[in-house]
């Protein structure tokens, strides 16, 4: 059934969280929530140390001996030993190593934040940087503001676990100020609207990421608003630039038609102009270019073959040819 869901098991609350070397800022947080979810006074003997029970004495205080405490001593002094239960069952083999020898939950707890996190002068050193780049924070290009808010918090964790201190308000303004040019107007209006002392930064990135839907929803209509406008376009000039093509078609079948009635007409009056023998004919009919095939004579002509009986020249006609 886990396999069907959306997201993963979290840890069990019965049990710490394993810590492996890696990501300790992470699991010290687990660890804090855990041990205060089983008793306060299993996180105040990490912080402040062991309870022992003490005794006034010629003006000295002597640790009582462990058979003469009380119900309420021999309780809270129970804490350090959870406390040290509750470490080294969520250590690894090498990491518990380094605090076996320890006598205390807090000895345990103070070597692993130096192993981990360093020195003091190495923790002041890593206070610096992040302060620098929590002045240097901006919103990247492209960035969304889910992605500006896990970068703005990852930092802000980890100088607050280093004992820095923020005041609502200057989170609240370093977040609208770190927005770019496009979230002007909205971080006008928030400026404007809200009390940015009493404006947790968790409320302050909602309205944002609303804002950021609406744009969003925005572009997307217009996108396709200007997308349909676009085809319709492209539809009207193919429609226009098919009528202009089948209108010149037809133009130019009608042009050509022209052209060969033209060149038809040129050929057939070319062919007229000769004869059968191809010789150019001559417009003036004149008989004195023509030889009589019956008598053999110039001017005149004979109407039929050879064989035949009459010849003419052009007004009169003769015999005996």
Not at 98 to 121: A, F, I, P, Y
Not at 158 to 166: A, I, Q, T
Not at 227 to 255: P, Y
Request: aromatic share 10%; proline share 2%; charged share 30%.
């Amino acid at each position: 059934m886990a396999d069907r869901l959306p997201f993963g098991e979290g840890a069990s609350i019965n049990t710490p969280s394993l810590f492996c070397g890696l990501n300790y800022q992470f699991w010290k947080v687990r660890m804090k929530i855990f041990m205060e979810s089983l008793d306060k006074g299993i996180w105040d003997v990490i912080e402040n140390g062991p309870f022992i029970p003490k005794f006034e004495k010629d003006g000295s205080s002597i640790e009582k001996p462990w058979s003469q405490w009380t119900d309420s001593e021999r309780k809270k002094a129970k804490f350090d030993c959870i406390a040290k239960n509750i470490i080294t069952s969520a250590l690894n083999s090498d990491a518990f190593f380094r605090v076996s020898q320890c006598k205390s939950s807090k000895e345990m707890w103070d070597t692993l934040e130096v192993t981990h996190e360093g020195t003091n002068e190495v923790k002041r050193a890593r206070k610096h940087t992040l302060i620098e780049e929590y002045e240097m924070f901006r919103m990247l290009k492209g960035e969304t503001i889910a992605e500006v808010q896990k970068r703005f918090t990852h930092i802000i964790n980890h100088l607050m676990s280093l004992d820095k201190n923020f005041e609502k308000e200057e989170l609240n303004i370093k977040i609208l100020k770190c927005l770019d040019r496009t979230w002007q107007p909205k971080v006008t209006v928030i400026s404007e609207s809200k009390d940015l002392t009493s404006l947790s930064m968790a409320s302050l990135f909602g309205k944002l990421k609303d804002h950021e839907l609406e744009m969003n929803r925005l572009n997307v209509q217009e996108s396709e608003d200007k997308h349909g406008r676009s085809i319709a376009l492209k539809a009207s000039k193919h429609k226009g630039k098919q009528e202009s093509s089948d209108n010149s078609d037809e133009e130019n079948l009608s042009l050509l038609s022209r052209k060969f009635s033209k060149f038809l007409k040129r050929n057939r009056n070319k062919d007229n102009n000769k004869d059968r023998y191809g010789n150019k004919k001559s417009n003036d009919f004149n008989s004195n270019n023509y030889t009589c095939f019956g008598c053999g004579e110039q001017g005149h002509i004979k109407d039929v073959e050879p064989s035949g009986v009459q010849c003419f020249e052009e007004s009169k006609s003769f015999e005996g040819c």
